[in-house]
């Protein structure tokens, strides 16, 4: 399947499969073609802390921050993690997004000692994840592995990777950047150790189950983080771009997860039907794991307690729901 | 299971095979539209004594990532719809051709078995397609 100029594979064994195997043992995802943006000089910090929305004074050496790029108006542009390794940092963009975010990037630049550098060509990347991931990535390595939210250079089936302790299924694991040359080398080592392949299907309904975003379903640049959800990342205090419309924003939407009652999918475009007026369904499944429709939605404010039934209407069939708490795996 | 295309069936272009005896038929999705569609996780049946008409789409599929119509190769009342399908949609992917039947239906146009394809006109089809 064609996503966004690279060639990727939607599935290896099968989706559920692939799924299950990642909530119970270890999956490994080839996510190369994500973008990576390297920031140095004098200014970077400074630089930074103006275009992403979380507090990068606060990202210590060897951490990872997750954030979002916004337009002076509050859309936003991307979500990204940005890791900081000693005096440079690299940010991780969405493929389909790397052309724009390095535009901004560049755009913005002005003003400050910095050297913004499109460094994706330098960079594979693949995700490790579940329960057994670290147990893996840990007998092909002499070093100690990162917590979650740091990162460490090492040397992974002999070949040099900086190992993250970030991911986007809920599980735990690491995610690995590293040279194109090598990546095939760690592909094999990791599968070799146990590790099942598993594709962009799978990625997608991990994420979905726990509530991650994915840019493009339930981010846009008509959006802004806080009616997504994403306050918590969004440090006003900073002034980053988009903070001082954000200061007064007063979102009558919200994204929440909900769940079908009854049978049927949510699929991205559906409209949803509450008491408190209409929304729309920006990413939709079937749950691999609670064996149900899945989705989000952004919704009205009156419409977005957990609990509050719905109706989704999929290709002219009113199918029931009800708003649910994050995550939706696993049910608390 | 293994691509395969069962002798006694008649198959219509849309992927859709049929299994008629007299007045009586079973209706359901061929390995090749299985296979398409990938794991399919979800069946939404027709409800019995709906009318459905050849050609016209009668039930919906739906994998992880895509949705499915599903066309009917004959037009006819719908006696009784696969139930096992509500709770296990993969064995639409197993057994397409077995426990995978997605609808029984008595005929009301005997005359439209005529344009349905043999198994080797259908095997033509895939090739060309």
């Known amino acids: 399947m064609p996503f966004a100029g690279w060639e990727m594979p939607v599935q290896y064994a099968g989706i559920r499969q692939e799924h299950l195997a990642v909530r119970t043992g270890a999956g490994v995802f080839d996510v190369s073609h994500m973008g990576e943006i390297q920031t140095s000089g004098p200014d970077a910090e400074a630089f930074l802390q103006r275009l992403l929305s979380n507090d990068v004074e606060r990202l210590v050496d060897g951490g990872a921050q997750y954030s979002v790029l916004c337009q002076e108006d509050g859309g936003v542009l991307d979500d990204l993690f940005t890791y900081r390794i000693g005096d440079r940092f690299l940010t ?56 979650r939210m740091r990162t460490v250079e090492l040397a992974v089936a002999g070949v040099g990777c900086l ?34 392949p598993a594709g962009l299907g799978a990625r997608d309904t991990l994420r979905l189950e726990v509530c991650f975003h994915l840019y493009g379903n339930d981010l846009s640049v008509e959006r802004n983080p806080l009616e997504a959800g994403l306050g918590w990342c969004c440090k006003l205090e900073t002034d980053f771009i988009g903070s001082e419309v954000l200061r007064g924003a007063e979102p009558r939407q919200a994204l929440v997860p909900l769940a079908f009652t009854g049978p049927g999918i949510p699929r991205q475009g559906n409209t949803v039907r509450s008491e408190a007026g209409p929304g729309v369904v920006t990413s939709g499944t079937m749950s691999p794991c609670l064996d149900t429709g899945i989705g989000m939605a952004y919704v009205p404010l009156g419409a977005a307690s957990p609990g509050t039934p719905i109706e989704v209407d999929v290709r002219g069939k009113q199918r029931s729901a009800e708003v649910r708490k994050k995550p939706l795996y696993p049910q608390s | 299971m293994a691509e395969s295309y069962p002798e006694h069936l008649r198959y219509h272009p849309d992927h859709d095979w049929a299994s008629v005896e007299g007045e009586e038929a079973v209706f359901g999705i061929t390995w090749y539209a299985q296979d398409a569609l990938g794991e399919v996780v979800f069946f939404d049946p027709p409800k019995v004594g709906a009318e459905v008409s050849a050609g016209s789409a009668y039930a919906e599929v739906e994998s992880v990532k895509a949705v499915s119509d599903v066309f009917a190769p004959l037009s006819g009342e ?16 197993e057994d397409p051709y077995g426990e995978g039947w997605l609808v029984k239906v008595k005929l009301s146009d005997p005359e439209e078995l005529e344009p349905l394809l043999d198994v080797a006109a259908y095997r033509d089809l895939l090739k060309s397609s």
């Open chain 2, 78 to 93: 719908i006696t009784a719809v696969n139930e096992a399908l509500v709770d296990s949609p993969e064995k639409i992917n």
């Open chain 1, 92 to 147: 991780v963009t969405n493929a389909s997004n790397h052309g724009r975010d390095l535009a901004w990037f560049s755009e913005r630049a002005a003003g400050f000692r910095v050297d913004v550098e499109d460094v994706a060509d330098r960079y594979a990347m693949l995700a490790v994840q579940g329960p057994g991931a670290r147990e893996i990535v840990a007998r092909l390595t002499d070093g100690e592995l990162p917590a």
């Open chain 1, 163 to 196: 190992v993250c302790g970030t991911g986007y299924t809920g599980e735990d694991g690491v995610e690995l950047l590293t040279a194109p040359e090598g990546a095939g080398a760690v592909w094999d080592a990791l599968l070799a150790e146990g590790a099942t």
